[in-house]
């Protein structure tokens, strides 16, 4: 079946690095849509960024300039890169993975039909 595991969570000050990485297995990787979501105590979840298949990635405004996401086909991998992270972008963050091998990415966590099980990330002020 299908698993998505997230790893590099933890505890960072405000203005930290930190990188996740998602590791998938049980799918044809290079037909899987990949992105990365996150939700806050009391919040919804929230899209922060993905691939495209073809042109750029795109993130959510809160995040970009901050963060970047790599995708790697040969290693079933996809990484987000977060920099200058502030108290707001705690969160759990999950690795989330869609059929589709066409079309843009998609911002709507109910489009995707795979979860990991998320990491959490703290950004003390």
């Known amino acids: 079946q299908v698993q998505l595991t997230e790893s590099g969570g933890g505890l960072v000050q405000a203005g930290g690095s930190l990188t996740l990485s998602c590791a998938a297995s049980g799918l044809t990787f290079n037909t899987y849509r990949m992105g990365w979501f996150r939700q806050a105590p009391g919040k919804e979840r929230e899209f922060v960024a993905g691939?495209?298949?073809?042109?750029?990635?795109e993130y959510a405004d809160y995040v970009k300039g901050r963060f970047t996401i790599s995708r790697d086909n040969a290693k079933n991998t996809v990484a987000l890169q977060m920099n200058s992270l502030k108290a707001e972008d705690t969160a759990v963050y999950y690795c989330?993975?869609?059929?589709?091998?066409?079309?843009?990415?998609?911002?709507?966590?109910?489009?995707?039909?795979?979860w990991g099980q998320g990491t959490q990330v703290t950004v003390s002020s």
């Open positions: 989330a993975a869609q059929n589709r091998p066409f079309g843009r990415i998609s911002r709507s966590p109910g489009e995707y039909g795979y």
């Open positions: 691939p495209n298949w073809i042109g750029g990635p």
